[in-house]
């Protein structure tokens, strides 16, 4: 199982990345079926935060790029169900660095944290050829 919580070792290498060409964010979401602390289910919770998330990721250059709803696991275990997935891109790692590291973040995080049960968050870089 994920954690909901920032591994700090790979955020200090994703900000020492010399590469700060634009990124995307493929966020995997499992929700809690109620949100801990706060009114709601952890979607609930979890809307309450990518609303104010969205306003910073936009303040800063980026842009919600698509966000769906898993329909088939076509290939995989029943744990590899998630209930909504995000892609979201930045100009520069510095950007996503930028905004979780501010204090206007730092207050969102909580309704993040009462509402998702797992998650996966994973950089991604553009590439035009499939690479081993």
Known sequence: MSSIVPNPDAFQALAADPDQGPLVMLNLLKFKPRADGEAGSGADAYRRYGEAAQKMIEARGGRVLWMGRPAHLLVGEESDRWDA????????????????????????????????????LIACRTITTIQG
Not at 90 to 119: C, K, N, W
Request: avoid cysteine; charged fraction near 20%.
């Open 85 to 120: 997935v995000a892609i979201v891109q930045y100009p520069s790692p510095r950007a996503f660095m930028e905004m979780v590291t501010s204090t206007d973040y730092q207050r969102i995080h909580a309704h993040r944290e009462a509402g998702l049960e797992r998650t996966a």
